[in-house]
């Protein structure tokens, strides 16, 4: 039996929960019940989603607690352990684990001291009682190897993100405002809203506005943010996927400042919406959006704002950048992803490796 942990379904829903859901809606497709099964504890958010998914409930507990003390009271020694969100029972050895970055581990003041502890003795342990790891990019992929050792290079597969089927396709005929710029993403000190937000200050155009769009975790440090005000930033918070398509269609650009991503998936859903895209000059970014991203330093404000000027100055010169977004979209595909997904899983069972 394929035991899916799904415990994603009580959080809410941000780049690592969506991955999951839509591998899961299709692994659902793919196998019948007495093969596959959904297992979350009570505390579920996203009732419609576990209703398709058929989840069973168990346990009392929530959070970590049912992951680690509960949940390995419902897989037999037999069943084969799937965990799609970063964290898994260590005392089972039969899983398999995607672990999206190791920003636990290059944390710059980014979490609490409670979470850096925890990750920093989970994670390792993770590592060495699974039968694979994924991840989502080649990127992470190496920094694994490096930090883990390169005995687990054939242990880690890179299974990728993708366009998520709710934002496939445009939903109204809402015309780009020239003056909007776009970004999303959980208030983590680790997206830098901070020098984003400071950029304004160096900003040749006063008519520029930023919307952001996202929620605090009680993970992450958000007081970075209390100090800094601009009458051209606007917090929405978080919102329905409707309401974000929409931002989407309006937005002329979009902007992703991260210090640090595994991935980043919104950059992909605003460039199907034809956002021109401002990303941070690192690795991942390099990787997955390649010329189709404008780059620039994120420990710069002065240097984020010349490149946010030189997109809302120069219209032509950066729309230029939106000519290899088909094929970009192209490349990742959750249809693709959960097919990685299946092989892999089949793959162990048959093996017989747990």
Not at 33 to 38: K, P, R, V, Y
Not at 128 to 152: A, D
Not at 178 to 197: A, C, F, M, Q
């Amino acid at each position: 039996m394929i035991i899916i942990n799904a415990r994603f379904l009580t959080q809410s829903m941000t780049g690592v929960q969506r991955y999951a859901l839509e591998i899961s809606r299709r692994l659902r497709i793919e196998f019948p019940d007495d093969e596959l099964q959904f297992i979350a504890p009570p505390s579920i958010l996203h009732q419609q989603d576990a209703d398709f998914l058929r989840v069973k409930l168990v346990g009392r507990f929530t959070g970590h607690l049912w992951e680690q003390l509960e949940l390995p009271f419902y897989v037999n020694k037999k069943d084969l352990l799937v965990n799609f969100c970063n964290t898994a029972p260590i005392l089972i050895k039969n899983k398999i684990v995607a672990i999206h970055d190791l920003a636990y581990h290059l944390d710059d003041g980014w979490y609490n001291k409670k979470f850096k502890i925890f990750y920093n003795f989970l994670i390792p342990k993770i590592f060495k009682s699974s039968v694979y790891i994924v991840t989502v990019s080649e990127t992470i992929k190496k920094e694994m190897i490096n930090h883990f050792g390169s005995n687990y290079d054939n242990n880690i597969f890179v299974i990728p993100c993708a366009l998520a089927s709710d934002f496939t396709t445009t939903t109204t005929t809402t015309t780009k405002d020239k003056k909007t710029l776009l970004t999303v993403g959980s208030l983590d000190p680790r997206k830098n809203l901070t020098n984003l937000i400071k950029a304004f200050d160096y900003l040749e155009n006063d008519q520029i506005i930023l919307k952001v769009v996202g929620g605090g975790a009680k993970n992450f440090k958000v007081n970075h943010l209390n100090q800094i005000q601009n009458n051209q930033v606007y917090f929405l918070g978080r919102v329905s996927d409707d309401e974000l398509r929409c931002l989407y269609e309006e937005a002329y650009a979009f902007i992703f400042p991260s210090f640090y991503e595994g991935f980043g998936i919104p950059p992909l859903e605003a460039l199907n919406y034809d956002c021109i895209l401002l990303g941070s000059d690192i690795p991942v970014f390099k990787e997955i959006y390649q010329n189709s991203m404008i780059y620039f330093d994120p420990k710069r404000p002065k240097a984020i704002a010349e490149k946010i000027d030189f997109v809302f100055k120069y219209p032509d010169q950066a729309e230029v950048f939106l000519k290899g977004k088909n094929k970009i979209l192209s490349k990742y595909s959750f249809d693709d992803s959960s097919e990685k997904w299946k092989a892999l899983i089949q793959s162990t069972l048959q093996d017989g490796i747990i």
